[in-house]
Nanobody, 116 residues
């Protein structure tokens, strides 16, 4: 069973930066895509950004130019660099991996709180 473990969440002031990490229990080459989602209180989970096995990326309009997704195939880890954080970015951030076998894996989530 594939496991994804997020880390790096916390409390940060608006305008600040934070880097989230998602460590996979198997090679990132196993995943056709990996991505970050977030769920704010009272809202549905939404896609923030994703990266394909080939390195192609896509971003939600609300985070373009502020967030960057990257991955290390050596460390089997996906990162989310978040800059110029806004209070509406307060949410639980989840890592998701879509495996070539068709299985989907989710991490347990990491809380990010942006204070104004």
């Amino acid at each position: 069973q594939v496991q994804l473990v997020e880390s790096g969440g916390g409390l940060v002031q608006a305008g600040g930066s934070l880097r989230l990490s998602c460590a996979a229990s198997r090679s990132t080459f196993s995943f056709c895509t990996m991505g970050w989602y977030r769920q704010a209180p009272g809202k549905q989970r939404e896609l923030v950004t994703a990266i394909s096995s080939g390195g192609s990326t896509n971003y939600a309009d609300s985070v373009k130019s502020r967030f960057t997704i990257s991955k290390s195939n050596i460390k089997n880890t996906v990162y989310l660099q978040k800059n110029s954080l806004k209070p509406d970015g307060t949410a639980v951030y989840y890592c998701k991996g879509a495996i070539y076998s068709g299985d989907i894996a989710w991490g347990q989530g990491t809380q990010v709180t942006v204070s104004s």
